[in-house]
């Protein structure tokens, strides 16, 4: 039986998962690769250890497995640019992280000239730096890359593409695309207004093609040989709501990565903006299929908060013991931790908001900390989750979870009580590689509907709300009042 492989190209590592019919991992590998951080607010990868990485991992996987590869699909972090040579296929300057916050007083000069009205009807975004656009412009003018006709823009899925199939394709997809704060989400296609606002040469971008559909194939360069489908993308945010099938207007989805990223399937027609809230494309189910649009709440930092416990303050040894260290105690002590390491996201979009503990009396120990961050990350989905229900008119009848922190029964008891809806957590938790794996089999035929992917998702388990809605409002209040102390406070006028 042949199998379809997706890759997973994180923000700290990359991954290559064999995924077979029954939608079970037969095969995998992982790497990690190096975070820079050149000055503070600043985070860069290098995009050829990226490349290098991808590499070993398909090599590695490859060796382990017999059966022949049907497609392969293709995840990636979202917003990460990358500029290349298209001669050489050499990297032009160190791939810019959508965790990078050099561009803030870029983004609030164009706030304050009045393009926000424009950013937020074309692309369905807000002007941060958290996206693609300001981060292009800034390698343009600040960064020292040239415009010339041999200069290649992309997300990372494109930069992989263009190395999986020797540079034969310079490619993207509208899910990535919707990302960049450069494509007009209505008319799926990239906006001249916004690439001539930020001085993004409109041919140094790639070309936009259906989700699910042929990209290309593999050069015979790649570990994988020659011949390949690659027949998949999706960022990874749209392909975890695929892979937990919420193919159903209304169905919801959040990951607890290094990130949250909670996404409501809105269905085919783009809905107007709502304040706080991110307007982006799901994916596009082959050439001349409608798009279908998802309400996304972005919160920067959730998982990344634990490994800060582990690796900044020695709380912890390993990110295992971040659920019963929380356990151990009833609650926080009322001590709160806004872990805005990176600013705030939705529904504040503050960049120049900061890391903040409140609360802590000489009582407080290292339970009441851990504590602290597993309900930060149960109170940033909620204020999500309270905004979506709102502009959807309706709350979601369940949540569906996936993410490294989602095996921590105790953040899923607190998530249930917060938003007083039921979490279900999937058997199967490689929803981001799955959801890439579905694309790309859709489109060779390895799945034949819709249907057969819905049978396929399954449940690990269930939690249902059991706090009363005062006491969980009381804690959400509390969490609002840190939320107000945080914001600001890198602003240096």
């Not at 393009?115 to 292009?136: A, E, I, M, N, Q």
Request: charged share 20%; aromatic share 8%; hydrophobic share 45%.
């Amino acid at each position: 039986m042949a199998v379809v492989i997706a890759l997973d190209a994180g923000t700290t590592g990359v991954r290559a998962l064999a995924i077979a019919e029954d939608s079970s991992v037969v095969g995998w590998s992982y790497r990690e690769f190096t975070q820079h951080f050149p000055q503070p607010g600043w985070v860069e990868h290098d995009a050829t250890e990226i490349w290098t990485s991808i590499q070993t991992v398909i090599a590695e996987l490859m060796s382990t497995l017999d059966q022949p590869v049907a497609a392969i699909g293709i995840t990636d972090q979202r917003e990460t640019v990358v500029a290349w040579d298209r001669r050489t296929g050499a990297p032009r300057h160190r791939a810019i992280v959508w965790q990078d916050r050099r561009t803030a007083d870029t983004c609030e000069a164009l706030e304050a000239a009045g393009h926000l009205d424009t950013v937020r009807h074309r692309t369905g975004l807000v002007l941060d730096p958290y996206f693609s656009g300001t981060k292009f412009a800034w390698l343009l003018n600040e960064g020292g890359v040239q415009v010339d006709e041999h200069l290649a823009l992309g997300t990372i899925d494109s930069w992989l593409v263009w190395k999986l199939t020797g540079g034969a394709a310079h490619v993207t997809e509208p899910s990535n695309a919707s990302r960049t704060m450069l494509f007009d989400i209505r008319e799926m296609a990239w906006s001249d207004e916004l690439c001539d606002l930020l001085g993004v040469p409109m041919a140094a971008l790639p070309e936009v093609r259906p989700t699910s559909g042929r990209f290309g194939e593999t050069a015979d360069t790649t570990a994988l040989g020659a011949g390949i489908p690659i027949s998949g993308i999706a960022g990874d945010q749209q392909a975890a709501l695929f892979g937990q099938a919420c193919f159903e207007t209304g169905m919801t989805k959040n990951t607890y990565g290094t990130g949250s990223f909670l996404l409501m399937n809105v269905g085919n027609e783009c809905p107007d903006p709502v304040d706080g809230l991110l307007t982006t494309v799901g994916w596009t189910l082959g050439e001349g299929q409608a798009p279908t649009y998802a309400f996304e709440g972005a919160v920067f930092v959730t998982g990344a908060a634990i490994q800060w416990l582990r690796d900044g303050l020695g709380i912890i040894d390993e990110a295992a013991e971040i659920g019963p260290l929380a356990a151990s105690v009833p609650d926080s002590g009322d001590v709160f931790l806004v872990p805005a390491f990176a600013g705030l996201g939705s529904p504040w979009w503050d960049p120049y908001a900061r890391g903040t503990i409140v609360g802590i009396t000489r009582g407080t120990g290292r339970a009441e900390i851990a504590r602290a961050t597993v309900e930060s990350m149960a109170f940033q989905v909620r204020d999500l989750v309270d905004l979506m229900a709102g502009a959807a008119g309706r709350p979601p009848a369940e949540l569906r979870v996936d993410g490294g922190a989602s095996v921590m029964d105790l953040l899923l008891q607190i998530q249930a009580d917060q938003l007083g809806v039921t979490v279900t957590r999937p058997s199967n938790q490689e929803t981001t590689a799955l959801g890439a794996a579905y694309l790309a089999g859709l489109a060779e035929g390895f799945w034949g509907s819709l249907d057969e992917v819905t049978a396929a998702w399954a449940v690990d388990a269930r939690f249902a709300p059991t706090s009363e809605r005062a006491a969980a409002d009381r804690l959400h209040g509390r969490w609002l009042q840190a939320v107000e102390r945080s914001r600001g406070w890198a602003r240096t006028s």
